[in-house]
C-alpha cells in the first residue's frame, strides 16, 4: 500500500474551503466537496487505492486510484460515476491519444468523454437538449472530474504545462451520451459499456434549418467543419472529425436512405477546401504538412481533412431543433475507447 496522504485542516465553511484550495491550486476556481478520508474511501468502493493507471504528463505523475477518487470527490461525483472516470482516464494513457500534446500544446483541446451503452441511462449521462451545457450532474461532474486529475496528477495548469493560447469553457466539463433512442443507424458500441476520450474543440454549431434532403444538411455540416484557422487538414495523418447530429437533422438525412457509413463517405469527400483557399494562410506550410499534400500543385484539387471514411465519426445527441455540431480535433491525438467494467 502507498503511504496515507498529508492531511490539512481547514475551517469547515464552503468560502474558506474554497479559499485554502484556490490557494494551493488544487481546483478549478469552483466550489468543491471536501475530498474527506471518509469520502474518498466510499468514491473508491472495493478498488484498491495504490493501483496506478500509469504515469500521468505533462509532469508524469502516477496516476493512481486513490488520486482520481480525491479528485472525482470534490468534482461532486457519485461514486457510482467512478468507474466511467477511471476508464476513461485509462483510455487517455493510451499512447494513440497522445495526452502530453493534449495537455501541453497552445490549442484549445479539450478530451470529451462520450458515454456508450446501459450505464450511461443508469447513471443519468445526458444525451438530450443542451447535453453540451448545463444542468446534468453525471456530465458536469465526471466532466469536471477528468479535468480536476488532468490538472493536479498530470500537473497541467493554465499557462504553466496547460500552453493554450486562449483555452475553452470545454476545459471545465465536456461528456456527453449518444442518443440511441433517436440514433437511426444505432450507437457506436450496440449493448456494450464503453466510454471514448477524443481530443476535441469546444462544438461548432451547424445551423439549417432549411434543407430537406440528406445532401443538403451535410452540405452545411461539410461547410462548417473546414476553415482556414482549424487545425484539421494540415496534420493529416492522424486528423479526425466528429459530428453530433441533432435528432431532427438525423431523422431527415435517414429518410434519405444514408447510412452511417454513407455519411462519413459523404463527409470524407465533400468536407473539403481547394489549394489556392489552403495558401490564402492558415497552417498551409507548416512543417508537419504531408509531403504528398505538399507535392499537389493544381490550385483547384480539393484536399481531404482526413485519412480516410473511418476518421470520421458519427453520433446523434441533442434535443428538438434543426441544429447539429461539428467536434474537431487537434490533430496530433486519436480517438480511443475502453470498456467500463465494475471496479
Known amino acids: 500500500m502507498t503511504e496515507p496522504a498529508s492531511f ?22 469552483l466550489p468543491i466537496v471536501p475530498p474527506t478520508e471518509e469520502r474518498v474511501r466510499a468514491m473508491l468502493g472495493e478498488a484498491p ?12 505523475r502516477q496516476a493512481t486510484l486513490e488520486k482520481l477518487a480525491v479528485n472525482a470527490v470534490m468534482a461532486g461525483c ?6 466511467v472516470v477511471v476508464a476513461a482516464v485509462e ?15 497552445t490549442h484549445p483541446v479539450a478530451p470529451l468523454l462520450i458515454v456508450h451503452g446501459p450505464i450511461a441511462r443508469e447513471l443519468g449521462v445526458h444525451a438530450g437538449s443542451g447535453c453540451f451545457g448545463p444542468g446534468f450532474r453525471a456530465n458536469a461532474t465526471i466532466g469536471r472530474a477528468i479535468r480536476l486529475i488532468l490538472m493536479n496528477v498530470g500537473g497541467a495548469w493554465p499557462g504553466r504545462h496547460d500552453m493554450a493560447t486562449q483555452g475553452s469553457p470545454a476545459k471545465f466539463a465536456y461528456c456527453i451520451a449518444e442518443r440511441e433512442d433517436a440514433s437511426p443507424w444505432g450507437p457506436l458500441h450496440a449493448g456494450a459499456n464503453v466510454v471514448t476520450v477524443f481530443g476535441g474543440e469546444a462544438p461548432h454549431n451547424v445551423n439549417d434549418h432549411v434543407s430537406t434532403t440528406a445532401a443538403g444538411i451535410l452540405a452545411t455540416v461539410a461547410d462548417t467543419a473546414v476553415s482556414l484557422g482549424s487545425n484539421v487538414g494540415w496534420y493529416f495523418s492522424q486528423s479526425q472529425l466528429l459530428i453530433v447530429l441533432g435528432p431532427e437533422h438525423a431523422a431527415t438525412i435517414a429518410a434519405d436512405g444514408f447510412t452511417r457509413s454513407d455519411i462519413q463517405r459523404y463527409l470524407f469527400e465533400h468536407a473539403r477546401l481547394p489549394l489556392r483557399t489552403l495558401k490564402l494562410g492558415g497552417m498551409w506550410g507548416i512543417q508537419d504538412w504531408p509531403r504528398w499534400m505538399m507535392a499537389v500543385t493544381d490550385d483547384d484539387a480539393l484536399l481531404p481533412q482526413v485519412p480516410s471514411p473511418d476518421d470520421v465519426f458519427v453520433i446523434v445527441a441533442g ?25
Open 8 to 29: 490539512i485542516e481547514v475551517d469547515d465553511s464552503p468560502e474558506a474551503l474554497l479559499a485554502a484550495f484556490c490557494e494551493r491550486e488544487w481546483c478549478d476556481g
Open 49 to 60: 487505492a495504490d493501483r496506478s493507471l500509469g504515469a500521468m504528463p505533462p509532469l508524469w
Open 78 to 83: 457519485e461514486p457510482a460515476y467512478f468507474p
Open 91 to 105: 483510455a487517455m494513457l493510451e499512447p494513440p491519444f497522445n495526452l502530453y500534446g493534449v495537455q501541453a500544446t
Open 319 to 343: 434535443g428538438p431543433g434543426k441544429h447539429s455540431a461539428v467536434v474537431p480535433n487537434c490533430t496530433f491525438s486519436r480517438a480511443v475507447s475502453r470498456p467500463i467494467p465494475p471496479l
